[in-house]
């Protein structure tokens, strides 16, 4: 795991310094950067070293002869079957490094390169016969990859922050992209945070030549087994747990010390059951619980459980109101954008990177195998479409007629329900995006002190379209789950409050094989008998304790709106009240105070004043404090 960065168009040295310095925390063991002898382009990279700790592995890498130049990010799990298979083809290796894998694949296949890596990875290769600039991002979007259009050539970075810090743009919020952060809590890929800075999308690439830019998408979702429907539920269960524990035999390669998270829910607890059942070594676990005000969530002691069961090297940390507070500013400076989470991560990292320089996280699970309370509730929508689509065609424009109409009055809500489904009818976006948002349309409208832009849901369509081809509603909705939630809220926020800590953590659970398995599996088995992650609990029973199947999901979450009303009120209050809002001027500070004291009265959800937090909090670390050299 690195940073990578580098300018296309122009010789500055300088301002690639200046961008790999923004990313030393993603590597503090080397740096090195490469300039084109015709100053075409200029590579820059921060080393954390992983695989192959010589000097061998130092990049910018070159091929042979010169004429590839590769700067890469995140780890090829099958890299050791590719470079035999490279060798035997003649292609001799100067280092024991996944990376070099990438330059001897492109000499083979060029773009096609991408079809045979099986990782996560973000990595930028010149092709000097060529002038070719090549930028690509693994399938689910594990690693981050931006780019900006600067005078005179094409910047990019593994972090907007390595952007923000070239010298080379002038960062302006994007009104866009913070109405997309008040809807969600996060910012929605291709957009970021800043005006002109995009998100290179998941299983896309870029190709930069002869003048012209080119995004074109390589992987995507789909259902390609003719077979899968008629597998039963043992079938499934006996794919499914072939699958995991290839993924974490792959994915506990490395040349140095490699631990997990174990939050006791089921993902978490399975990673960690298969690393010591597949190696039979101890593995160092870290989990992260509460004082009394967080009791209701605390998962440590189903942490120590599993712990105990599978005799793990357990650590624990004990997260306050008043460590978090004391860890704020660092918290607010490790977030590269906007976000409502990550410092569960935060915590769990920082404790980790003390023991260990690789973590095995449980990220996944819950989207793979419909673990999520939204699985069942949009399900049940969709079953409901069934129902109203029966009722002649008539009948059903006079109910909604009515029903809109008597909505407001109707104590028992029918009418309401009724009026939903007929506004969103067969619309499973539209109803995963009512699930996840903060902020409807019409609060997001008085939010901004220029009204709304428009561009809630409307403005997210390529984001949240579901193919026609997905019926099944479990599976559109793990389709939503995979492209929106995961990728621009828990990957991007995992690698950011991980990286700040230098550590790397690994997702067996996205390893591309298992998600294209465990995605054909018909939703009806994902939810057999009601309950979520069916299919999952069957292929590792045997692993874990009946007992544990029967505890409620809590997810890895904080005591948030306890340490809001305790610890955290002072900041967030600061935060929102100080006249730095109004200063601003993308927030209407009579609705922020609105909304603050509506929470304070009980009236309003913590979320809510939260993200408006995390926004003011955000923008006074990133945007008005002056950077660093």
């Known amino acids: 795991m690195c940073g990578i960065a580098g300018i296309l168009g122009r010789r500055d040295e300088a301002a690639v310094g200046r961008m790999c310095n923004a990313l030393a925390h993603r590597g503090p063991d080397d740096a090195g950067t490469y300039t084109d002898p015709d100053g075409h382009i200029v590579l820059g990279h921060r080393r954390l070293s992983i695989i192959d700790l010589s000097p061998q592995g130092r990049q910018p890498m070159c091929n042979e002869d010169g004429s590839l130049i590769l700067v890469f990010n995140g780890e090829i799990y099958n890299f050791q079957e590719l470079r035999a298979s490279l060798e035997e083809r003649g292609h001799t290796f100067a280092s024991q490094t996944d990376s070099e894998v990438i330059l001897h694949l492109y000499e083979d296949r060029g773009v096609e390169v991408l079809q045979a890596l099986r990782g996560m990875f973000a990595f930028a290769l010149w092709d000097r016969a060529r002038r070719r600039l090549f930028l690509a991002r693994d399938r689910l979007g594990i690693k981050p990859l931006y780019y900006a259009q600067v005078p005179g050539g094409l910047a990019f970075a593994s972090e907007v922050r390595g952007l923000r810090r070239s010298g080379l743009l002038t960062p302006r919020l994007s009104l866009p992209a913070v109405e997309a952060f008040l809807s969600f809590g996060y910012i929605p890929d291709p957009q970021t945070i800043l005006e002109g800075v995009r998100s290179l999308p998941a299983g896309h690439y870029l190709l930069v030549e002869g003048g012209t830019i080119r995004l074109t998408k390589y992987w995507e979702l789909s259902l390609d087994s003719p077979s899968a429907g008629s597998w ?17 035999r792959l994915h506990q390669v490395s040349d140095v010390p490699v631990g997990a998270f174990l939050s006791g829910g089921t993902d978490s607890s399975t990673v960690v059951a298969l690393m010591r059942d597949l190696t039979g070594q101890r593995v160092k676990t870290f989990t992260v619980g509460f004082g009394s005000e967080g009791e209701a969530i605390n998962e440590l002691e189903a942490a120590r459980a599993i712990a105990r069961r599978v005799d793990t090297d357990h650590t624990e940390v004990i997260v306050s109101g008043r460590s978090f507070l004391l860890e704020l500013d660092n918290i607010i400076e490790a977030l590269d954008q906007p976000t409502i989470d990550g410092f569960n991560s935060y915590f769990v990292s920082k404790a980790a ?8 996280s449980g990220l996944g ?9 939204h699985f069942q509730f949009l399900r049940t929508w969709a079953r409901r479409d069934q129902v109203w689509a029966r009722v002649p065609a008539p009948l059903r424009r006079g109910l909604a007629r009515v029903a809109h109409q008597v909505a407001p009055l109707d104590p028992w809500r029918l009418a309401a329900r009724i009026a939903y489904l007929d506004r969103t009818f067969g619309d499973t976006a539209a109803r995963y995006y009512d699930a996840l948002a903060i902020f409807s349309g019409e609060a997001r409208q008085g939010l901004l002190r220029n009204g709304s832009g428009g561009h809630g849901r409307r403005g997210h369509d390529e984001t949240l379209a579901v193919p026609g081809s997905l019926t099944d509603p479990v599976q559109a909705i793990t389709f939503l789950d995979l492209k929106h939630w995961m990728a621009s809220r828990l990957l991007r926020d995992t690698d950011a409050t991980s990286m700040i800590h230098s550590l790397e953590v690994r997702v067996p659970f996205l390893d591309h094989p298992l998600v294209e398995l465990a995605f054909g599996i018909p939703g009806d088995l994902k939810l057999a008998g009601g309950i979520g992650k069916r299919v999952l609990r069957d292929a590792v029973k045997d692993l874990l304790p009946d007992a544990f199947f029967e505890r409620g999901k809590f997810g890895f979450v904080f005591p948030m709106e306890a340490w809001m009303r ?14 730095s809002v109004s200063a601003r001027g993308v927030l209407a500070p009579n609705a922020v105070s609105r909304i603050l004291a509506d929470f304070e009265a009980g009236r309003a959800a913590w979320d809510k004043v939260w993200a408006l937090a995390v926004f003011e909090l955000w923008a006074r670390h990133h945007l008005d404090a002056a950077p660093a050299a």
């Open 566 to 579: 305790a610890e955290l009120r002072e900041p967030v209050r600061n935060a929102l009240l100080d006249g």
């Open 365 to 373: 699970g819950d989207e793979l195998f419909a673990g999520y309370p």
């Open 353 to 360: 990177r003390t023991r260990v320089t690789v973590a095995l």
């Open 232 to 248: 039963t539920m043992q079938e499934w269960a006996a794919r499914i747990r072939a699958a995991l524990e290839e993924s974490i």
